[in-house]
């Protein structure tokens, strides 16, 4: 018997035609899962597992000791038919070798970047819409770097060395990067409780990319019900924004430590049934996934106990 645990679902989950109306549910070696999305620009997902399961396209199981979490990745219903074209863009550094980048829309998650004599793939999380392509020369051969816009509206970069073969420097996907002088400032919509924004500096450092800072801003700043500060608290815990954390709590627990009170948390639970100031945390051990419950006592907008 497996366990899955489903994680930020946004939708209507049945299993063997079964509405699962929990967080988690068990099931045997071979089972079927339906998904519905609350979004109806989404389509639905339907998947069958025979023994152990494993990657697709539209539906990830990440292990977890003998258990898995779920996520469901939908895709949007499709507007109109792909076209076979391709998109392919030739850099002619001057004195250098040249290099061609391909992107088949037939094929739209991978991008090949290639000189006569070598070949690197890159892979996105998407279909690519259009690609900026350039070369920085630097005494050590050359940084080749790859801004890609892709269908779901987020940003790919990467950034590739080269000096007689490729080296992968950099590959992320975020929603906005700008170019500085000194390095990236790559920005992440966490679309959580506070709509918070993290925004990072990158610097290339001799042979890889650094993280050289990191803050956050909210996109809302207005003043939350009680009801939602333990999420603020809990996602703020968990992407590392510690003021933000401390502002959530009352004087005489804004000295202590978080990650003391919670662990090593691996996710929020976003149970289909939701219970005011009761929040359920999703852990990992080599023995698998098991959950904590905890309640919160809220009063003039700041947390005063944690049970």
């Not at 992968?168 to 966490?190: A, K, M, N, T, W």
């Amino acid at each position: 018997m497996t366990k899955l645990y489903f994680d930020n679902s946004q939708g209507m989950i049945l299993v063997d035609g079964t509405v699962c109306r929990e967080k988690t549910t068990v099931v045997d070696n071979s089972f079927c899962i339906q998904y519905i999305p609350f979004d109806s620009n989404f389509l639905p997902i339907y998947c069958a597992v025979r023994g152990k399961a494993s990657l697709y396209e539209d539906i990830l199981f990440i292990r977890h000791g003998k258990d898995y979490i779920v996520r469901f990745c939908p895709q949007k219903k499709p507007i109109h038919c792909q076209s076979t074209l391709y998109l392919q863009k030739i850099l002619e550094p001057n004195n250098s070798t040249a290099h061609c980048l391909t992107c088949h829309i037939e094929d739209g998650y991978k991008m090949s970047v290639e000189t006569q004599n070598e070949l690197i793939t890159l892979e996105t999380p998407c279909k690519v819409i259009d690609v900026k392509f350039s070369c920085i020369p630097i005494s050590s051969g050359q940084l080749i770097c790859v801004f890609a816009q892709l269908e779901n509206c987020k940003q790919y970069v990467a950034v590739l060395h080269y000096k007689d073969d490729y080296t992968l420097l950099l590959d992320i996907c975020c929603d906005e990067v700008f170019v500085e002088e000194d390095g990236l400032r790559v920005c992440d919509y966490l679309r959580d409780s506070l709509n918070r924004k993290c925004i990072r500096k990158l610097s290339f450092c001799g042979d890889c990319f650094a993280e050289q800072s990191r803050h956050f801003e909210n996109v809302c700043s207005h003043n939350y019900i009680d009801e939602i500060l333990p999420y603020v608290l809990l996602e703020s815990a968990c992407y590392g924004d510690v003021d933000c954390a401390r502002n959530c709590l009352c004087p005489a627990l804004k000295n202590c430590d978080i990650r003391e009170i919670f662990g090593d948390f691996v996710g929020i639970c976003d149970c289909l049934d939701y219970n005011p100031y009761c929040v359920t945390l999703l852990y990992s051990d080599c023995e698998g996934l098991y959950t904590k419950t905890f309640r919160f006592e809220v009063a003039m907008g700041k947390i005063q106990k944690i049970k």
